[in-house]
């Protein structure tokens, strides 16, 4: 009788032990007392009634990613591909997800299946494949609304994979063939186009650059020349200046005038025709280099 007063006490420690609860981060817990919905536990210690109350649901407040496999859809256009999305959603409020609806991920997969199909029926398949931001608004949107009665936020919607019908792949690849094809020629035309401008622009410099080059040696030849004319012009006018200064009578004149037709000759001229002034003068000229020599 003595041991059973402690082993008495011994139960009921561990009976009470056993109905405390420590609900951990990022978690919530729905309780019941009597069948009825108590209370949502957060973080923290919580003790639990024996026999009256207990725990209906265990949830996690973070968010989820449930990868849904490929869904069948028709195209606006008559054009069945599977598609698979991807959902991201949170539990927003613990009860509602525990009373709101059996399976709620089982009901959030037909959800989207139905909402998938209903936008991919209105878009034909170049659409589809080119406007998977606008689908996937469009489903976060519906999806996001249709779960708030159900205490989930749906946080984003994302088609993980567009799978078209293998017929119209192949005629997509060759479409995309042709098309880098003719970007492929553009290219290469635009290149030679460019290279013949190149070319073209070179000669023309080519033939600018010789042209100044051919004037400049004419202009610096024409100039050497007048820079000739100009030295031997001035070297007369000296002449004639320094002959006036002496005094010089005309008869002196006369043969600088036939020394200079003499030099103008320089044995290459042909005919001459000597004044009859100068012809007179080269004759008194050799009289008086005779008359020298016989003295």
């Given at each position: 009788?003595?041991?059973?007063?402690?082993?008495i006490i011994l139960?009921?420690?561990?009976?009470?032990?056993?109905n405390?609860r420590i609900v951990?981060?990022?978690?919530?817990?729905?309780v019941?007392?009597?069948?009825?919905?108590k209370?949502?536990?957060g973080?923290?210690?919580h003790f639990?009634i024996p026999?009256?109350?207990?725990i209906?649901?265990?949830?996690?407040l973070k968010e989820?990613?449930?990868?849904?496999?490929?869904?069948?859809?028709?195209?606006?256009?008559?054009?069945?591909m599977?598609?698979d999305t991807v959902i991201?959603?949170q539990?927003?409020?613990?009860?509602?997800?525990t009373?709101?609806v059996e399976?709620?991920?089982?009901?959030?997969?037909?959800l989207?299946a139905?909402t998938?199909?209903n936008?991919i029926g209105?878009l034909e398949?170049d659409?589809?494949?080119t406007?998977r931001d606008?689908i996937n608004g469009k489903?976060?949107a519906?999806?996001d609304?249709?779960?708030?009665?159900?205490?989930i936020?749906?946080n984003?919607v994302e088609l993980?994979?567009?799978?078209?019908p293998r017929?119209?792949?192949?005629?997509m690849e060759?479409?995309?063939?042709?098309e880098?094809?003719?970007?492929e020629?553009?290219?290469?035309?635009?290149?030679?186009k460019?290279?013949a401008i190149?070319?073209?622009e070179g000669?023309?410099e080519s033939a600018?650059l010789?042209?100044?080059?051919q004037k400049?040696?004419?202009?610096l030849?024409?100039?050497?020349?007048?820079q000739?004319?100009?030295?031997?012009?001035?070297?007369?006018?000296?002449?004639i200046?320094?002959?006036?200064e002496?005094?010089?009578?005309d008869?002196v004149i006369?043969?600088k005038?036939?020394?200079?037709?003499?030099?103008a000759a320089d044995g290459?001229?042909t005919?001459?025709i000597?004044?009859?002034?100068?012809?007179?003068?080269a004759g008194?000229?050799t009289s008086?280099?005779?008359l020298?020599?016989e003295?």
């Amino acid at each position: 009788m003595e041991f059973i007063i402690p082993i008495i006490i011994l139960l009921v420690i561990v009976f009470l032990v056993t109905n405390i609860r420590i609900v951990q981060q990022a978690k919530a817990v729905v309780v019941e007392r009597l069948g009825a919905y108590k209370a949502t536990w957060g973080v923290g210690l919580h003790f639990k009634i024996p026999f009256i109350e207990r725990i209906a649901k265990t949830v996690s407040l973070k968010e989820q990613v449930v990868d849904f496999p490929p869904q069948p859809v028709i195209t606006k256009d008559n054009v069945t591909m599977q598609i698979d999305t991807v959902i991201y959603f949170q539990i927003t409020d613990p009860k509602m997800y525990t009373y709101g609806v059996e399976h709620p991920l089982t009901a959030i997969e037909n959800l989207t299946a139905t909402t998938l199909r209903n936008i991919i029926g209105d878009l034909e398949l170049d659409q589809t494949l080119t406007s998977r931001d606008i689908i996937n608004g469009k489903m976060r949107a519906i999806l996001d609304e249709a779960t708030d009665p159900w205490g989930i936020k749906v946080n984003r919607v994302e088609l993980k994979n567009i799978i078209p019908p293998r017929e119209i792949q192949d005629a997509m690849e060759k479409q995309m063939k042709a098309e880098r094809e003719r970007r492929e020629a553009i290219l290469k035309a635009e290149g030679e186009k460019k290279s013949a401008i190149l070319l073209a622009e070179g000669e023309k410099e080519s033939a600018i650059l010789r042209a100044d080059a051919q004037k400049q040696a004419h202009i610096l030849e024409a100039e050497g020349e007048a820079q000739a004319i100009l030295q031997v012009q001035q070297a007369t006018a000296e002449g004639i200046r320094l002959l006036n200064e002496a005094g010089a009578s005309d008869a002196v004149i006369q043969l600088k005038a036939l020394e200079a037709f003499a030099a103008a000759a320089d044995g290459k001229a042909t005919k001459i025709i000597i004044p009859s002034e100068i012809q007179s003068l080269a004759g008194l000229a050799t009289s008086l280099t005779e008359l020298a020599k016989e003295k």
